[in-house]
């Protein structure tokens, strides 16, 4: 049962720290997007570079701290998953634009991140904070 609820209260944690990440890239993709005029390309790389730094700084060090350091390998894994998650983010946007004619970087932006957000999510777990010591060496379940 502790188990249970020390799961419950990281699987808390996790969903703030990434509401606090999806904050950082939603604010700093609309300055660079809609204050400097920086093309959505640039700009979406640079403000999720942003929030995968924010989100890598919290969740090892709150969401699943005293569960293993943050060692090296689990930072590149980390960074691989979050590589993924940002093509399929640049790729839905590159959708969103040419395919359905969304000419807005904001809606755009908006329509393709919850999508982002579930493969993100989905490789984390299976990869980066997974248990005993196997892929990322943490646990999130």
């Given at each position: 049962?502790?188990?249970?609820?020390?799961?419950?209260?990281?699987?808390?944690?996790?969903?703030?720290?990434?509401?606090?990440?999806?904050?950082?890239?939603?604010?700093?993709?609309t300055l660079l997007t809609e204050v400097f005029g920086v093309v959505y390309f640039v700009a979406k790389t640079l403000s999720y570079t942003a929030g995968v730094?924010?989100?890598?700084?919290?969740?090892?060090?709150?969401?699943?701290?005293?569960?293993?350091?943050?060692?090296?390998?689990?930072?590149?894994l980390f960074v691989a998953v979050n590589l993924v998650s940002l093509g399929v983010s640049l790729g839905g946007m590159y959708l969103c634009k040419n395919a359905l004619g969304i000419t807005s970087d904001f809606w755009s932006n908006l329509i393709v991140t919850p999508v982002a957000m579930v493969v993100n999510f989905i490789g984390n777990k299976l990869f980066v904070f997974k248990a005993d010591g196997t892929k990322g060496g943490r646990t999130q379940e």
């Open positions: 049962m502790k188990d249970l609820k020390h799961t419950i209260f990281q699987f808390i944690k996790f969903n703030l720290v990434g509401l606090l990440n999806t904050a950082v890239d939603f604010a700093i993709y730094l924010n989100s890598f700084f919290f969740n090892s060090r709150w969401t699943f701290r005293g569960e293993g350091k943050g060692t090296g390998k689990q930072f590149m």
